[in-house]
């Protein structure tokens, strides 16, 4: 059986994560009020600290280790948020980190996770197995891994930003949450079942990579290949064993939006609330658009989950 998080485990996250994480901005817009026809509430995880929401389960998930873990350091593996979010949370609580990148990762992404403090370490994405990789190192150097998702700890962190969210506007009838392997979606679920137990509760990925809409509806974890899609925060291929448990039981649907639709609410983003928001961190807000007769005159919470794209490939997004 697994012991899934709660709502209290998301309470002690947040007291964890007072001195350390941004207590990010609920910002509204008039246009996006109109556009809907509802008044829409957005948490500005673009301005979280590293850029996204991901600081949140990091920082909770190494605020636990015991003495003899920190000692030894935390390892991972990804390219993206969940990589920089370990660097950073782990210098500020003195935990050597040691992220397992591809080879063929962005050096502006490897720039920053090693400017935050953390050992960054390549591998082969066709050759080697990465997991594998964790596992040798965590045996030898008696590292602790802490994945990007299915995590109890990195879950209740996550479930912060919604708890703030509710706490800052009050009870919503809508809440819509980017997903990719549901560590966001899943702590978000924690706070609103306990706070706003009314309040409808959708998860948003890309419709190219629909696993978890897959498994929200028939009930088992669904495997895809790696999807193509300019989300690449969502580029999961299933959801995690905690994550699918909470997402099934506490989620109202899965949604689902293409990558053109994501490109507009980047626009949107920038040209009227002055905000730049990468592409996974539109996820929310495309779904709510498409959503419009269902929310009229509604309270509609949209987590912005985070802001980190290059701005070349930001430019060309824009321009296309
Ligand atoms: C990681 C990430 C997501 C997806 O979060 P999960 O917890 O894997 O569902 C969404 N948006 C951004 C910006 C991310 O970095």
Do not use: W
């Not at 012991?3 to 817009?29: G, M």
């Not at 109890?152 to 479930?159: E, H, K, S, T, W």
């Amino acid at each position: 059986m697994l012991q899934l998080p709660d709502y209290d485990d998301v309470c002690k996250a947040a007291e964890r994560l007072k001195e350390q994480a941004h207590r990010t901005p609920a910002l509204s817009s008039r246009t996006a009020n109109q556009e809907l026809g509802a008044e829409v509430f957005f948490k500005c995880e673009n301005l979280q600290r590293t850029g996204a929401f991901k600081f949140r389960g990091a920082f909770n998930a190494l605020s636990r280790f015991d003495e003899e873990q920190r000692r030894a350091g935390v390892v991972t593996f990804s390219s993206g948020n969940h990589g920089q979010a370990i660097a950073l949370a782990a210098r500020l609580l003195n935990v050597p980190a040691t992220v397992l990148m591809p080879q063929d990762t962005p050096t502006s992404k490897i720039a920053a996770t090693q400017h935050y403090g953390g050992k960054v370490v390549l591998f082969d994405r066709y050759h080697d197995d990465r997991e594998q990789l964790c596992r040798d190192l965590s045996e030898q150097q008696g590292l602790t891994l802490i994945p990007p998702y299915d995590h109890a700890d990195v879950i209740a962190g996550q479930g912060t930003a919604a708890k703030e969210l509710l706490e800052d506007v009050g009870a919503l009838d809508a809440l819509f949450v980017c997903l990719g392997g549901g560590g966001l979606l899943s702590g978000s679920a924690l706070s609103t079942r306990a706070i706003a137990p009314q309040c409808r509760l959708y998860g948003v990925e890309p419709e190219a990579g629909n696993d978890a809409q897959q498994s929200f509806r028939t009930g088992a974890i669904v495997h895809i290949a790696t999807p193509k899609t300019i989300a690449d925060g969502a580029q999961t291929q299933h959801l995690g064993h905690y994550t699918f448990a909470i997402i099934r039981r506490d989620v109202d649907d899965i949604l689902t939006v293409t990558d053109g639709q994501l490109v507009e609410c980047m626009r949107f983003f920038a040209t009227r609330m002055k905000l730049v928001v990468e592409p996974t961190g539109c996820l929310g807000f495309a779904a709510a658009r498409e959503m419009k007769s269902e929310l009229q005159g509604q309270r509609v919470g949209v987590v912005i989950s985070g802001g980190n794209v290059d701005l070349e490939r930001y430019c060309a997004l824009l321009s296309a």
